[in-house]
């Protein structure tokens, strides 16, 4: 079975550090890989996907970026963090079943940033 | 463009008592639809879902079905409890277009004892 994996679960750090998330799916092959970010007490927010290796899509312009160096890995990472940052980042993956065919969204557990 | 409009929230409920929350849709396609529950500090887990029209979708006493007359995908549940306390979405995904499932806002749940 399929199963996808996020860490860490909460993270504190300051104004001006670096980020890096990292999120890994086992149990399939050639996944779409989303990235999404949640404010508290708002909806979600999606920040980057990507169909293929080295292929990442930036839905929102902003101080953090992705990578996908390896066909079921996708990091997301930030160069100096902002206050702005913080919140709940989920990373997701989704099958393609045939050519063309999507369906659902599977997520992980997420990750707490709080900037300070 | 897609999108998808749940009912504002929270919705307050005492144990036992019946619920819905409202979903409506539009889509460029033929979408799919889902309902999808995150619990507290968690990610999203997908509840039930949808792939086509008068189909139903049922799972831990929740069902939703796919309404395509009015382009509406509502969630109930006959009799909660406080463990479903939560958030819930809505989801749309356009099969044979964008890999992008498009979510609503979402909608909290607060149930009492």
């Known amino acids: 079975s399929q199963t996808i994996h996020q860490w860490p679960a909460t993270l504190v750090q300051p104004v001006g550090s670096p980020l890096s998330l990292e999120c890994t799916v086992e149990?399939?092959?050639?996944?779409?890989l989303y990235w999404y970010r949640q404010a508290a007490g708002r909806g979600l927010q999606l920040l980057f996907y990507?169909?293929?290796?080295?292929?990442i899509s930036s839905e929102v312009p902003q101080n953090l970026s992705a990578s996908r160096p390896q066909d079921r890995q996708f990091i997301l990472s930030s160069k100096k963090l902002l206050l702005s940052d913080s919140g709940f980042y989920l990373c997701?993956?989704?099958?393609?079943?045939?050519?063309?065919?999507?369906?659902?969204?599977?997520f992980g557990q997420g990750t707490r940033l709080t900037v300070v | 463009g897609d999108s998808v409009t749940q009912m504002e929230g929270p919705v307050t409920l005492s144990e036992e008592a019946f619920l819905t929350i409202n979903c409506t849709y539009t889509?460029?396609?033929?979408?799919?639809l889902f309902w999808y529950v995150q619990y507290p500090g968690e990610g999203l887990q997908l509840l039930l879902k949808?792939?086509?029209?008068?189909d139903k979708g049922s799972n831990k006493g929740f069902e939703a079905t796919y309404r395509k007359e009015t382009t509406s995908f509502h969630l109930e549940k006959g009799s909660v409890q406080v463990s479903d306390s939560a958030v819930y979405f809505c989801?749309?995904?356009?099969?044979?277009?964008?890999?992008?499932?498009?979510f609503g806002r979402g909608t909290s749940l607060i149930v009492h004892p």
């Open positions: 989801a749309l995904l356009i099969s044979g277009g964008s890999y992008i499932p498009t």
């Open positions: 949808a792939t086509k029209a008068d």
């Open positions: 990507s169909v293929g290796i080295g292929q």
């Open positions: 149990g399939t092959s050639n996944p779409n």
């Open positions: 997701a993956w989704s099958p393609v079943l045939t050519q063309g065919v999507n369906t659902e969204a599977f």
């Open positions: 889509a460029t396609g033929y979408p799919s």
